[in-house]
T-cell receptor
């Protein structure tokens, strides 16, 4: 079956702009989580959605937001981009919100210039 | 929140050698996963192992939840095993995984 699909794979944006990233989970999976990976901070949890509801949120400013649609696809949005937002953004798909195996997409590499 | 510590941070091996990677965590966990991050950034699932022992080819893993650690064993290492290995745990804060800083493995031919 198809894996987790993230689009776009690469993105270059200018400071102050906003960006939207997309994640399509594995068919039948209802939970989608987002992570940011940077060389300095490692992998950090952004937020988790289950059945269109945000269940959990990490310690990121309000510029980072997300949503989940009825087909479980999720988007995350970053407004007023800063240079420090340059990172690999990874999306994870799992059947349930807890106690289940997570599968990751290939990520979106965002560069802010 | 839960703390995850991986050791060693870096490991250099000759092809054919065996290795053990360790993951310590500071609190009870609902689940634990090991991943290998490929050069393109994707996290590849190795094991979903909240407790017990599993084996998959040359790789095996053991989690002793009561003592709050997990071990990943790689036997007869190959150059293709090179990369970063991550341990991720889900504590009582369901839906949120906390990652360790990873172990960077380099296997030389």
């Amino acid at each position: 079956k198809a894996g987790v699909t993230q689009t776009p794979r690469y993105l270059i944006k200018t400071r102050g702009q906003q960006v939207t990233l997309s994640c399509s989970p594995i068919s039948g999976h209802r939970s989608v989580s987002w992570y940011q990976q940077t060389p300095g901070q490692g992998l950090q949890f952004l937020f988790e959605y289950f059945s269109e509801t945000q269940r959990n949120k990490g310690n990121f400013p309000g510029r980072f937001s997300g949503r989940q649609f009825s087909n479980s696809r999720s988007e995350m949005n970053v407004s007023t981009l800063e240079l420090g937002d340059s990172a690999l953004y990874l999306c994870a798909s799992s059947l349930w919100s807890e106690n289940t195996e997570a599968f990751f997409g290939q990520g979106t590499r965002l560069t802010v210039v | 929140g839960i703390q995850v510590e991986q050791s060693p941070p870096d490991l250099i091996l000759q092809e054919g050698a065996n290795s053990t990677l360790r993951c310590n965590f500071s609190d009870s966990v609902n689940n634990l996963q090991w991943f290998h991050q490929n050069p393109w950034g994707q996290l590849i699932n190795l094991f979903y192992i909240p407790s017990g022992t599993k084996q998959n080819g040359r790789l095996s893993a053991t989690t002793v939840a009561t003592e709050r650690y997990s071990l990943l064993y790689i036997s007869s290492s190959q150059t293709t095993d090179s990369g970063v290995y991550f341990c991720a745990v889900e504590g009582t804060n369901a839906g949120k995984s906390t990652f360790g800083d990873g172990t960077t493995l380099t296997v030389k031919p």
